[in-house]
């Protein structure tokens, strides 16, 4: 007996109106064209007759798209009646968040009205032009149904960004319904619990192994990253698999002379000691790998807090008390903010996972710091990755005393600070991998939100071989905003900038100082940095009224010492230096030395050379010589 095809297609589904219905099975509406309200069953309201039969993508089953929404349709009542219903406080898997999500946003996308501006071609002539690159028939109810089709499967994010039947305009459409909320909502709890490790998103574009053993490479959308811990003396033979179809890999930094053997889509590479460094395929900055080594970290004997090995922890903010020891071990995945105030001898060490990402919605800033340290004194972070916070990840605010060391540090949503030294002293940065999507490691001596004790001097900082991928926007190496009292005895060495990115809206430089309050900045020292790929500024020194300014009057900039500077690669950037005038003050930045700078394999010896220009600033020193050059507008 042949199965008799559904022709009845709702596009509101029946277990939604079942919950409008009386104890006949009669919903209540309101009929707009005839004006009055109006009463039917369930099943033959809001339907079109073979609204979604497709004969030229499945001949054989052209009922397929109303199957695969019945099946869509069947897992999202299921997880509403588990998740939802039953209870008056929600809480969702990230991966129920997306499926929910998705499912609602498909509601939109199926309904009638989309069908109709397809139908008729209510799209302006350059949309319709693009359309016609995916439908060049002119089809476009075609084209809805081929689309419909991919949407009723997928069940995350990634899934509809890399699908190619899909057009741009739509998948731009659909993505922004899921993610983008120009005003959202303070975020005052978690917003999913991780039920496993297995919740945190796999690349599907990487593989690896290292030692024979392979390693899980996890994604966003913003990166692939992959912690590879090894033991003591322990050397590295690492095997990386691309999926994808590539055809120029680079590996960075470059100074590293990270050397490979490709085998088909194979990388082999043998590292004497742990590096962390990046593979990046065709000039993609989006889909990069982040390959992070470092040594096994024991668990401490004085451990307070233990993070075990092959679990996920939800921890909402994980609040710590003086002396307190936290383990997190390699392969824990720790789902929260750290925060801690007035803690002496306090400790976060392991190679396991901080994730931020409950903390904030997929594309927004939640204005929440991520590992917050604030009046504490003899600070330890070691070895964890820190990844996906909801803005400024490691901020040690009015801290004395701070040891950051081998950790990583990953943020992928705009103003996402990476670390962030705020009116703190005695602080060493060593060692780290930081990706920001703002400023990488910034220096500031202002108040916080809601606190202006924290407004004191910074010094004693120093920041040596790390590795820093500044994404757009803000700045690498940057001190600023926010200097409202003394900066002074600083020192950034040995150090690779591999990206400085500049994609047409913000950018910022390599190397920065961005005076907008009245802190004196002095005695600064950067020597032996190597940078790559700086795609706008490489040196950016301001005296500035801005929307962060909190006092008028400017503090000076002077004894700034720039040593052995290289830039390995990429393009050609300019420099700044720029000092402040009104008709009643003028502060000027002076005593500024560049000394051996090189970029792009030529000794630069004068300010054309550097490409830099001055405004309001005096006594620049190039490889010792005075320079004085004023440009006036």
Known sequence: MVKQEARRHHYIPRFILRNFNDDNGLVYYWNIKKKR?????VKNIFLNIDMYRDESLHKDDPTQIETKF????????ELIKEKILCTTKIVLTRRELEKMRIFMTLMAFRSNIRMEQYKNESFDEETRNILLQYQPNGDFVELWKRELDVLATSRTYKEIEESEVI????????????????NPAPITEPRFQMESVEDLPKSERFSLTCNGTERPVYWTDSFNY???????????????????????????????????????????????????????????????LFVLCSRRIPKPENTTIYFEKGKAYNVGVLTLKPNDTVYVEEGAVVSGCVYADHCNN????????????????????????????????????EGFTAVDGPSWHVVPAACDHVLIDNINVMSRIVTGDGIDVTSSRFVEIKNCFIRATDDCICIKSH????????????????????VIWNAEPGNAIEIGYGLQAEVHDLLFEENDIIHCQYEGNMGGAAISIHQADGGHIHDIHYRNIRIEQAEQKLFDIKTLLCKYTMQWEKGMIDDIHFENITVL???????????FQTPEREVRPHNIYFDNINI???HCKTFQDLRLMNELANDIYIDGERTFVQNRF
């Open 346 to 381: 306090i400790s976060i060490v392991g190679n396991g996972i901080i994730n931020g990402a409950c903390w904030h919605l997929p594309d927004s800033n939640a204005h929440r710091f991520f590992i917050y340290l604030k009046w504490c004194n003899n600070v330890r972070l």
């Open 167 to 182: 057009d741009p305009i739509i998948k731009k459409d659909f993505l922004n319904d899921l993610i983008y909320d120009p």
């Open 37 to 41: 309200l109006q009463k039917k069953n």
């Open 447 to 466: 108040a916080l939100i809601g606190d202006t004790s924290t407004v004191r001097e910074v010094t004693k900082v120093h920041a040596h071989h790390n």
């Open 600 to 602: 792009l394999g030529k």
């Open 569 to 579: 690669n990429g393009d050609f950037p300019v420099s700044t230096i720029r000092g």
């Open 226 to 288: 992959v912690p590879v811990v090894v033991d003591e003396q322990e050397e590295l033979d690492i095997t990386i698999t691309i999926h994808d179809e590539f055809q120029e890999v680079v590996i960075r930094p470059t100074s590293y002379g990270i050397h490979f053997e490709q085998e088909g889509n194979k990388l082999h590479i043998h590292l004497d000691q742990p590096m962390k460094f990046t593979i990046e395929t065709d000039g993609g900055l989006h889909n990069a």
């Open 70 to 77: 019945s099946v869509f349709e069947k897992e999202i009542a």
